[in-house]
C-alpha cells in the first residue's frame, strides 16, 4: 500500500502515510518505509511528522530516514532544528544523515 501511495503520489493519504510513520506500535521497518514514502507529499504533514519522528529518541534507522525526508522535502525551516541536532550525541548514522540533510539545505 505504502509503495503504491507513494508511487503514485497520491496525496489523499499523505496524513495516513504520516500516521503511519509516527505510529510507535509498528515495526521499525514499516515506519521508515513511511518516511521514506512522506517526502512525496511536501506540505507541512510530512514536515511535521518527519521532524517528530527525527527529535524522538526512536531507532536510528528510522531517524536517519526521517532526516532525508527531511532534505528531500526542502524546507529550509528546519535547519535550525538539524544545526541543534548536530550539538547533540547521536548515533554516528544519524549524525551524519543530519550533517547531510543539513548541506542540501544550505
Do not use: K
Not at 8 to 31: I, K, N, Q, S
Not at 34 to 54: D, H, K, T, W
Request: charged content about 25%.
Amino acid at each position: 500500500w505504502l509503495t503504491l501511495v507513494g508511487g503514485f503520489g497520491l496525496e489523499a493519504h499523505a496524513e495516513d502515510v504520516a500516521a503511519l510513520a509516527r505510529d510507535t506500535g509498528l515495526p521499525t521497518d514499516v515506519r521508515v518505509h513511511a518516511a521514506r514514502v512522506l517526502p512525496r507529499f511536501p506540505g507541512e504533514a510530512a514536515v511535521s511528522a518527519l521532524q517528530e519522528i527525527l527529535l524522538s529518541r526512536s531507532d536510528p534507522q528510522l531517524r536517519v530516514a526521517a532526516a532525508e525526508g527531511l532534505a528531500d522535502l526542502g524546507d529550509r525551516s528546519v535547519a535550525p532544528v538539524l544545526a541543534t541536532l548536530l550539538e547533540e550525541d547521536l548515533p554516528r548514522n544519524v549524525w551524519s544523515a543530519v550533517s547531510a540533510a543539513l548541506d542540501r539545505l544550505r
